[in-house]
């Protein structure tokens, strides 16, 4: 791709000889737009001083160690998610990990592509809402746009289907039906007394199951 800039600078939008790109991402240009664009000529002196540029070993060396041209910022945006469902204070058990990570994803998912939002009241209303934001690497002022707000109506459905399940679902019989134990095993004084009896595992097993 960093290649073809030689052959777009020069009105030619497509080349066989590539390895993986044929053709240019943009749209195919009428000729009326294309009288209006300032073509390179192909091996004058600038095209050939662009080619020296472009070919150069140390920085195609450099190119090589790019991300793709991804930008970070939707990862950050996911990893702040991230730290709203599993705080890093907190200690959470392996299946805990997994749902709240499973979460983090549907929520970030659900409201990736959203739109700048509106002004709704004022002067200024049905109009794009901006922010002023000073970023230190570049120190310029510059306004980006403010997104519409996050919604968590991806979880209405999961809600209505755990609610579904649990009216199903049979209730457990009252601890006050077994007649063979009256306290939580760890404090029952007949299961501490009996535990070398054959007769203490049912009598134990019901303790449990009801913890």
């Known amino acids: 791709m960093w290649l073809s800039i030689l052959h777009h600078i020069s009105n030619i939008h497509s080349c066989d000889s590539a390895d993986l790109y044929h053709q240019c991402a943009h749209p195919p240009l009428s000729n009326a737009e294309a009288r209006t664009k300032k073509w390179l000529t192909l091996n004058s002196p600038a095209h050939e001083a662009l080619k020296a540029v472009v070919m150069d070993r140390n920085l195609l060396k450099d190119i090589q160690q790019l991300s793709l041209c991804c930008h970070t910022g939707k990862l950050k945006v996911y990893h702040s998610v991230y730290t709203k469902y599993s705080p890093k204070r907190q200690h959470f058990s392996f299946k805990g990990m997994v749902a709240r990570t499973q979460l983090t994803a549907l929520d970030h998912n659900a409201n990736a592509g959203r739109q700048q939002a509106y002004t709704s009241i004022g002067d200024n209303e049905g109009k794009p809402q901006y922010k002023v934001v000073f970023p230190k690497h570049t120190k310029k ?5 403010v997104m519409a707000k996050t919604t968590q109506d991806h979880l209405k459905p999961m809600l209505d289907t755990v609610v579904a399940r649990k009216s199903k679902k049979k209730t457990r019989k009252k601890f006050k039906d077994y007649k063979t134990c009256k306290h939580p095993s760890k404090y029952c004084k007949q299961t ?8 203490c595992q049912p009598h134990i097993k019901i303790c449990l199951n009801i913890l």
């Not at 002022?141 to 746009?145: D, G, N, Q, R």
């Open 141 to 145: 002022w510059v306004a980006k746009p």
């Open 192 to 199: 501490q007394a009996s535990k070398r009896t054959s007769n």
